[in-house]
């Protein structure tokens, strides 16, 4: 009976061994350099951290566009052409510029490059950092929520609560960006923008009194879809709605990488006092 239960025993060990191994799999040393797996949920709300990207063509143009060429730029060959692209108007068609607001747009078109932010290498602002063609980071605390752009080292503060929701006292590149959760969406009002921040490459533009409702609903962990309502009583005949989806960066340690443009900008900036050539 004795020799029966310690092999009884011994067995039970064996088994217990064996469950480890098929549940663990790696040594202790090596699990533990495994990422943790990915809540779910942070405070309740859905979890948005992570690098996320548009992948389309609206900062080259919101609107429908065919591929064209950039022949001032002929030393880049095809490198200089730009992508067609569908509108990314929520329900298509084109922005209802005001008809002095609409030849402004094409008085900016005519002038990009020196018309546009991005070249000057200025913030973005917003909406136009989400679909910029660089990934940004979300960062997600059990309350409030920062996001971060590696151009001109774009950055935003989302306030959550609401005691600290109010207008700034002046016009800023990123402006005012207060949030809350409308169940699992959220959505972000930000105001007191610089009018100085084109809406992409084609001279699309607001004025300072423009008003964006951002909407970010995830879809899984990987997509959020993302909606925007522009609306600028100044420029606009009436807001109206970009729409598209996100996508989170999974390969391994995605990141975001500052990009520091300030050098390329000098001579679009300042040729007119350092020289009309390049330097080498």
């Known amino acids: 009976m004795r020799i029966r239960t310690i092999g009884a025993i011994v067995i039970a060990a064996v088994i217990m061994l064996a469950v480890s191994a098929s549940q663990f799999g790696l040594p202790a040393q090596q699990r533990a350099s495994q990422p943790a797996a990915r809540p779910e949920r942070i405070a309740g709300h859905p979890n948005f951290n992570g690098v996320w990207q548009a992948l389309n063509s609206a900062n080259w143009n919101l609107e429908a566009h065919g591929v064209t060429g950039l022949s001032q730029f002929w030393q880049l060959g095809a490198i200089a052409s730009i992508p067609a692209g569908k509108s990314v108007l929520k329900d298509g068609g084109t922005i209802p510029y005001k008809p002095e607001a609409l030849k402004q747009r094409d008085e900016n078109r005519a002038k990009w490059p020196a018309s546009d932010n991005e ?162």
């Open 119 to 280: 070249a000057k290498c200025y913030m973005l602002g917003i909406p136009r950092y989400t679909y910029h063609n660089i990934p940004f980071q979300i960062s997600q605390g059990d309350v409030d929520i920062q996001m971060v752009y590696p151009f001109a080292a774009g950055n935003r503060f989302i306030y959550m609560r609401e005691k600290d929701q109010h207008p700034d006292p002046v016009d800023s590149w990123m402006g005012r960006s207060n949030g809350h959760w409308e169940g699992d969406v959220l959505v972000i009002v930000t105001t007191d923008l610089l009018p100085d921040t084109m809406l992409d490459r084609a001279g699309n533009f607001h004025s300072n009194k423009l008003k964006v409702t951002e909407r970010f609903q995830l879809i899984d962990s990987t997509h959020i879809q993302y909606e925007a309502t522009l609306d600028d009583p100044l420029t606009y005949t009436r807001p109206w709605t970009i729409a598209m989806p996100l996508y989170r960066l999974i390969d391994e340690n995605a990141q975001a990488f500052e990009h520091k443009c300030v050098p390329f900008a000098d001579m679009l900036l300042y040729h007119d006092l350092i020289g009309d050539k390049p330097k080498p």
